[in-house]
């Protein structure tokens, strides 16, 4: 038992670390957010670019498509590697992340030559639309609808929570083709472009007051039977794919942990409450829970095994951690706890910031509950629930 | 990262199940159980003497096994799976690493050999009334050598042969070892939540004891040979958490109610996911006291709190959502769950309870933040 690196895995850390030097700066709070949106999406932009032709850009994948043909273990160190610099990543993980190998595991050919290269030199940014208002758990249960018209196809509908539409160039999505058999078996996957007529992108007003996602509405937009991913009816198997190509989460804590509490307790000179004390236990607790449960799914991956559905436990304890620390700091500020203006709020308002982004966490990304029924049923074997929808075709449900 | 155990060290564990499955059913527990003349299984004990686990982590050159701490760490999980009616955890986690700890050439020489090979059982004796045990607050003196006061409960006390007893005297608190089989001392059963592990009042009066360690450096010592315990404890809770997680799950899938198998209920389903998590959080958090504890590493006091907190966390919540998912069958005595609720309330008081822990984990993230 140790939390050394392999020989090999060392020298991969070593060439990383290298590399990033070389081009980035060493994490500094705040750095990376200044110079607004813009800016920020160019910076993403050449940082890829940068990544790709140092041959760092999708570990992964092979060689063939501009890969560096690595391991998934190589793909981790790289993560804590870059996560220790200023590095704009954002834009690209969805897309090739998630959407591209789905191009690659279900495109033609064509497909592949026009799309996997652009977007792994960050020159095309890809979203992801599968969700929508009234499928969101339940997202096979999806209404926008796609009519086939000679060789085309004409989409209407609307998506939701579309992470980085306002600037993506295409994205996989997912409609319903057949509503005369049951949900799962009337899907199919396109590609689509994002900028043609009939797409339009709203933000949407989150009720943390900030517009980081998007509703995607679909007005007579057509799509070439060409740009079909998988056969007629077969959207939901590639769906499963691109949901199991998620990234494996590599990051820290989304926002403030029990160091953080314990620094303000400090400084506001209420660590001598006890029930305080016992709570930062707690928190502390829980933090190591998250990071040592990653190290054991690393010693995992090392091995060249692969991780299960037992990695749902990291969010749920993740989501409720950041929310109960957010809870607890602003109850110790008292009335002042109130206030999320940074000149006056103690700690840079990061609580009060965290506070209303937590409740998405919980949700974003399969909601606590559904995690909960993927470890009882992938993990404990117990039933499934209860699906009267089962049998029944989507027309019929609706 | 090799963030696990070895393959020998599986292998290990797979043996010991395989073994205790068969050696130490819950019908051996019950024998304890339900024969209040009865302190443990001896039969049981004896395989356990005779597979040399005692000495798992004690050096060869004091009779043991030499294999080290995570090999004990994974007989210390397993025989939590099993509720073990045996003294294994007081005399290999407390009174063998105290000795390894504090013990001097003559005593270690003395004394672990015969830990190793079960002709001596060792136990602790600290406290002495409710609440957490202070420096000032131990009435049990240490006088020319002999000692007086009365240590109440002490866990295995009826039955081990040698006590590591905390004293007060004249510098301040000290560790002294006492021979059990003298006369200036007695012993009497007590009942407590947990018969399958026997308890006893013992009451000094002049028995003569030797120091373990400085005088003076009870306290300390105590911190110390807690916090190594508190690992192998976290490992035998954690072997019972996972047991009562496992038999709620095949319970919830055989019981039928409203026409379906209960473990269809999300209310079952999510407590079930719930109580995963907790094991895996309290799992992650024994395999750093491990690492820590099998290290000698700067960060044992807040790895072993931490596992010890989140083991006792975890293995309440099992032992009482595992009662609550048998419905009334799971509040009859001829039921297995009353005795994991059992065994998990004294594992987490014993050593300290999880307040104490949570204490001394925040006084030792302090210290380190500085």
Redesign the interface.
Do not use: C
């Given at each position: 038992?140790?939390?050394?690196?392999t020989p090999e895995?060392a020298e991969f850390r070593a060439e990383a670390h290298a590399f990033l030097s070389q081009h980035l700066k060493p994490k500094t709070p705040g750095a990376l957010r200044s110079g607004g949106r813009e800016d920020f999406l160019e910076r993403a932009k050449a940082w890829q670019k940068t990544k790709a032709e140092g041959g760092f850009a999708q570990i992964t994948w092979p060689k063939e498509i501009g890969g560096r043909g690595g391991t998934v273990?190589q793909q981790v160190i790289w993560g804590q590697e870059e996560a220790k610099f200023d590095a704009p990543t954002g834009p690209f993980a969805i897309g090739l992340g998630m959407c591209v190998p789905t191009v690659i595991a279900f495109g033609s050919d064509e497909h592949k030559k026009r799309y996997v290269e652009k977007a792994l030199k960050g020159e095309e940014i890809w979203c992801q639309l599968f969700s929508e208002p009234a499928a969101g758990s339940d997202v096979a249960g999806l209404k926008t609808k796609a009519v086939k018209d000679g060789d085309e196809w004409v989409i209407n509908g609307q998506k939701v929570w579309t992470s980085g539409a306002h600037y993506s160039d295409f994205g996989i999505l997912l409609v319903r083709t057949d509503p005369n058999v049951p949900k799962h078996k009337g899907l199919t996957m396109f590609i689509v472009d994002m900028k043609q007529k009939g797409v339009e992108v709203r933000p949407i007003h989150q009720a943390s007051g900030g517009r980081e996602f998007n509703e995607v509405y679909f007005t007579d937009v057509r799509i070439s039977d060409k740009d079909r991913l998988g056969e007629p009816g077969m959207g939901w198997k590639v769906a499963l794919v691109t949901l199991m190509n998620e990234r494996l989460a590599v990051g820290g804590s989304p926002g403030p942990d029990?160091?953080e509490i314990?620094?303000y307790a400090r400084s506001a000179g209420t660590?001598s409450d006890q029930a305080f004390?016992?709570r930062?236990?707690?928190w502390?607790?829980?933090a190591?829970?998250?990071?040592?449960?990653k190290?054991?799914t690393?010693?995992?991956l090392?091995r060249g095994e692969t991780p299960g559905p037992?990695n749902a436990?990291g969010k749920?304890?993740n989501a409720n951690h950041l929310q109960d620390i957010c809870n607890s700091a602003i109850e110790m500020q008292d009335h002042f706890g109130i206030i999320v203006d940074k000149d006056d709020a103690p700690s840079d308002a990061i609580f009060q910031e965290s506070f209303m982004w937590a409740p998405g966490l919980r949700i974003a990304g399969g909601t606590d509950?559904i995690?909960?029924?993927i470890?009882?049923?992938r993990?404990?074997?117990?039933?499934?629930?209860?699906r009267v929808d089962k049998d029944k075709t989507f027309a019929e449900m609706n | 990262?090799?963030?696990?155990?070895?393959d020998d060290q599986k292998f290990l564990r797979d043996e010991a199940r395989k073994f205790l499955e068969a050696q130490c059913t819950m019908a051996q527990v019950r024998e304890v159980l339900d024969d209040d003349e009865k302190s443990h299984n001896a039969g049981v004990w004896k395989q356990i003497v005779e597979m040399g686990w005692l000495g798992a982590a004690i050096p060869e050159e004091y009779g043991g096994l030499g294999l080290g701490m995570?090999e004990l760490c994974v007989i210390a999980e397993e025989l939590g799976r099993v509720l073990a009616p045996v003294p294994f955890g007081s005399s290999a986690f407390f009174f063998a690493e105290a000795l390894k700890l504090a013990g001097s050439e003559e005593q270690k020489q003395a004394l672990l050999p015969k830990v190793a090979d079960g002709s001596l059982i060792g136990c602790i004796a600290v406290s002495e009334g409710p609440g957490e045990i202070k420096a000032g607050n131990i009435a049990t003196r240490l006088k020319d050598g002999r000692i007086s006061g009365t240590k109440i409960p002490v866990t295995d006390g009826d039955i081990a042969t040698h006590a590591i007893v905390l004293v007060k005297d004249g510098s301040g608190e000290s560790l002294v070892i006492v021979d059990l089989s003298q006369s200036g001392l007695s012993r009497e059963p007590i009942k407590t939540l947990e018969p399958t592990r026997s308890h006893a009042t013992i009451s000094f009066d002049g028995a003569a004891a030797e120091l373990l360690g400085e005088a003076g450096s009870g306290m300390a010592l105590l911190d110390q040979i807690n916090d190594r315990a508190a690992v192998l404890l976290a490992f035998e809770q954690l072997g019972g958490a996972s047991r009562c997680?496992e038999m709620a799950?095949e319970y919830?899938?055989e019981r039928v109610a409203f026409g379906?198998?209960i473990?269809?209920n999300?209310a079952?389903?999510?407590k079930?996911?719930?109580m995963?998590?907790k094991n895996?959080?309290?799992?992650?958090?024994a395999?750093?006291g491990?690492?820590a504890l099998?290290?000698d590493a700067a960060e044992l006091p807040?790895a072993a709190?931490?596992a010890r907190?989140?083991a006792s966390?975890a293995y309440w919540f099992a032992s009482k959502e595992n009662i609550q998912t048998h419905g009334g069958m799971g509040f009859t005595w001829e039921v297995d769950c009353h005795l994991f609720y059992r065994r998990a309330k004294l594992l987490a008081v014993q050593a300290g309870s999880p307040?104490v822990?949570?204490?001394k984990?925040?006084s030792a993230?302090?210290a380190k933040?500085d």
């Open positions: 038992m140790d939390f050394n690196d895995e273990m029990w160091k314990m620094d660590m004390r016992a930062l236990a707690d502390y607790v829980a190591q829970g998250y990071k040592l449960t190290f054991r690393q010693t995992a090392s037992e436990i749920i304890i509950e995690l909960k029924n470890i009882a049923e993990v404990l074997g117990l039933p499934q629930d209860v | 990262m090799n963030f696990d155990f070895s995570l997680l799950n919830a899938k379906r198998a473990g269809g999300q079952i389903k999510h079930l996911a719930d995963y998590v895996e959080v309290a799992r992650s958090n395999y750093y491990a690492w099998s290290s807040e709190a931490a907190v989140a966390e307040a822990w949570k204490e984990l925040v993230l302090e933040n």
